[in-house]
């Protein structure tokens, strides 16, 4: 892999984990939820320095450059994680919605308590 290619995706790395550790540093973003992205950018970082391991599987796969199987796998990682999140999601939303009709059977309750006294 060229040399300013290396360069700028460990410098774009770098930045991203500066983001990341600065949303969780500032409570706008959880640890637990920043960990996934965390680890995927450090093995980005240590495929780009080290794109040397990386060749036998090129060839393999059929990839033309190491790059773009570098990239190929960050966009697999992502993909990972956008699906554990949208996971996540749905299952707040079932806890949501079971929460609020939950609530929405306590108000009645209640409303049907003093009405009855």
């Not at 706008?28 to 036998?56: G, H, Q, R, T």
């Not at 059929?62 to 796998?73: H, L, P």
């Amino acid at each position: 892999m060229d040399l300013k290619l290396k360069i700028f995706l460990i410098i774009v790395c770098l930045l991203f984990i500066i983001y990341l550790y600065r949303k969780v540093a500032t409570k706008k973003m959880e640890f637990k939820s920043a960990f996934s992205f965390f680890c995927v950018i450090i093995l980005l970082m240590f495929l780009c320095i080290f794109d040397n391991i990386l060749i036998p599987v090129k060839d393999f796969l059929g990839f033309e450059v190491v790059s773009n199987m570098i990239f190929f796998i960050g966009f697999v990682c992502i993909g990972l994680i956008l699906l554990s999140f949208g996971i996540k999601i749905s299952i707040l939303s079932q806890k949501i919605t079971s929460l609020t009709q939950e609530i929405a059977i306590l108000k009645k309750d209640k409303k049907d308590e003093k009405s009855n006294k």
